[in-house]
């Protein structure tokens, strides 16, 4: 997996206000807000910041958490870090290390991995099944 290797001014560039404060700050999109929760299209969702493969929409799930939900990501693009008070592990883009939110295990979902990816709208990026299809040789 490549490297994204940029400038907080560079970042601040090419993202929006609210897509740096998450992804480069570690913010949280409020509860119920963001554009992905409630969406159920088919294709890939990819880092917003470097435009990484980051969940397919297949491991895309209603956990009624207010956030978009994936029980796992694709091999190699998420990174784990536990929280320093050890409540919680981050996720972030392995590219880019842009925030992305929290995973969350053993809660009881009915999904393979018995995992909660509990990420910010504002993090990923959706694109189309077709254009996915389009963009393979």
């Given at each position: 997996m490549s490297?994204?290797?940029k400038s907080e001014e560079e970042w601040r560039a090419?993202?929006?206000p609210q897509q740096f404060h998450i992804l480069r700050q570690k913010g949280t999109e409020p509860r119920g807000t963001g554009h992905y929760d409630k969406f159920y299209?088919?294709?890939i969702y990819n880092c917003a910041g470097?435009?990484?493969p980051l969940y397919k929409s297949t491991t895309k799930f209603d956990s009624g958490c207010g956030?978009?939900?994936f029980f796992e990501g694709?091999?190699?693009a998420i990174t784990r870090t536990p929280d320093p008070d050890g409540r919680r592990t981050e996720i972030t883009c392995t590219a880019c290390g842009g925030h992305l939110g929290h995973v969350f295990k053993g809660e009881g979902h009915p999904v393979p991995t018995d995992e909660r990816h509990c990420v910010n709208s504002?993090?990923?990026k959706f694109v189309s099944g077709e254009a996915t299809a389009a963009a393979a040789p």
């Open positions: 490297s994204v290797n090419i993202l929006s299209s088919e294709g470097c435009e990484t956030w978009p939900a694709l091999p190699g504002v993090s990923i």
